[in-house]
């Protein structure tokens, strides 16, 4: 679904316009991935919560407020580059057009397409 791994700097957001195996469009209309922006939301409000959930349960109570914060601000900037991706794949997923097909199957070539989105 996407050119490069999760942590590459600058490039964690890009995908191929079509699937190398299948073909299909990883676009199927313009904006599809405004959706996925919610869905990015709720995984970001599910990190909060467990990293400050996590924060009282490990240290106990009476924690300077700035280390909570400071945490989970440092948590959410190092999950963007998999919440962003899940949420994408999540969006395709669920509310594509696209179907799981089993009886298709795959030649074993992965097809050529250099065109870019996102
Ligand atoms: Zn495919």
Same mark, same amino acid.
């Not at 959930?53 to 909570?68: E, H, M, Q, S, T």
């Given at each position: 679904?996407?050119t490069?791994?999760f ?15 299948? +073909? ?6 313009t904006?599809?991935?405004?959706? =996925?922006?919610?869905?990015?939301? =709720?995984?970001?409000? =599910? ?5 400050g959930?996590?924060?009282?349960? /490990?240290? +106990?109570? +009476? ?10 601000? =440092? ?20 509310i594509?057009?696209y179907k ?7 030649? +074993?070539? /992965? ?8």
């Amino acid at each position: 679904m996407f050119t490069h791994p999760f942590y590459h700097p600058g490039k964690f957001q890009e995908m191929h316009a079509h699937c190398p195996v299948c +073909g299909i469009n990883f676009e199927p209309e313009t904006g599809f991935y405004w959706g =996925a922006m919610y869905i990015s939301y =709720a995984i970001t409000v =599910a990190i909060s919560v467990s990293v400050g959930v996590a924060i009282r349960v /490990l240290f +106990g109570p +009476g924690l300077n407020i700035n280390i909570y914060i400071a945490s989970i601000i =440092a948590m959410i900037l190092l999950s963007v580059p998999v919440s962003f991706r899940v949420s994408r794949a999540i969006m395709l997923s669920f509310i594509s057009p696209y179907k799981y097909d089993p009886d298709f199957e795959w030649d +074993g070539k /992965l097809k050529e397409d250099d065109e870019v989105i996102g």
